[in-house]
């Protein structure tokens, strides 16, 4: 049985004050929410708090990122090592945004995916088109391609421990949602193609989930959809409000 999810990606947002907070409020709003996995993903200098503070709650936590590097001399860089020891079980890997403001490529993303996998980080792995290369109909080439470049070497017991997310580029943080039917047909397109690399038990098993201007409005039409497993949320998850009204769209 594939899990439902819905992860928040709080990105460069929030001090230390302002996220422990935040932490609190969702805490205090986890009652309602029954059958889906709640993961938050703040930034590192929350991690560790925010992995005390949910301890024992229906919460995990998640990085934005980690080096490809297990540790030395790598300047600013934050291992999944690291990750894992602050309190961590998840990390975000090969966001759009890294990939245009840090020149990320798949091939780099793919030593990622394996060394978060090497220290028990179940990798939420993101892929999706920008706008040009959806109006020239090229979105399910391009995702195919990230697919094989970010999951090279990585083998079906691997695959058990990831989430993919399908983050459209042209609708993150745009407040222009993909269609319900957009949606669907790339999460279908994504799962068949985990299906012809991995067979269909490890396919059915996978959360796919959407991410891209995904809002308490649009979420119960996005998970409607049979491929449509979840959200990763951007903006709303900084209202504790708005990201428990998304986990609660099912
Ligand atoms: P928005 O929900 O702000 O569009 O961001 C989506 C996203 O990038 C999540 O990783």
């Known amino acids: 049985m594939r899990k439902q999810i819905v992860a928040g990606n709080w990105k460069m947002n929030t001090t230390f004050s302002d996220g422990a907070e935040l932490i609190k409020q969702i805490i205090l709003k986890t009652d309602s929410v029954k ?20 301890s024992n ?18 300047t600013g860089e934050v291992s999944a090592e690291m990750l894992k020891s602050a309190g961590a079980n998840h990390v975000i890997l090969g966001h759009s945004e890294r990939r245009a403001y840090y020149l990320e490529t798949n091939g780099l993303i793919n030593e ?35 697919i094989k470049g970010m999951f090279y070497g990585i083998n079906a017991e691997d695959f058990k421990n990831i989430i993919i997310a399908y983050e459209p580029v042209w609708a993150i943080g745009t407040g222009k949602t993909a269609t319900p039917i957009q ?10 193609t985990i299906m012809n690399s991995y067979g269909s038990e490890i396919a059915e098993n996978l959360s796919i989930l959407y991410g891209g201007s995904c809002k308490p409005s649009n979420a119960k039409e996005l998970f409607a ?17 708005d990201f428990i009204a998304i986990a609660n769209s099912f």
Do not use: W, Y
């Not at 996995?37 to 925010?50: D, G, K, N, R, V």
């Not at 995916?113 to 920008?130: A, D, M, Q, R």
């Not at 449509?228 to 209202?239: E, K, R, Y």
């Open 225 to 241: 959809n049979p491929d449509v497993d979840g959200g990763l949320i951007g903006g709303a998850s900084l209202s504790a409000d």
């Open 183 to 192: 949606a669907q047909e790339m999460h279908k397109f994504i799962r068949e």
């Open 35 to 54: 059958n889906t996995q709640l993961i938050i993903a703040p930034p590192f200098i929350l991690t560790s708090e925010a992995g005390k503070l949910t």
């Open 112 to 146: 990622k995916i394996k060394i978060s996998l090497e220290n028990n980080l179940t990798p939420i792995v993101c892929c999706g088109e920008v706008l040009d290369e959806r109006e020239n109909n090229e979105h399910f080439e391009v995702v195919s391609k990230q």
């Open 57 to 74: 709650t229906k919460i995990e936590v998640s990085g934005q990122n980690c080096s490809n590097q297990a540790k030395g001399a790598f």
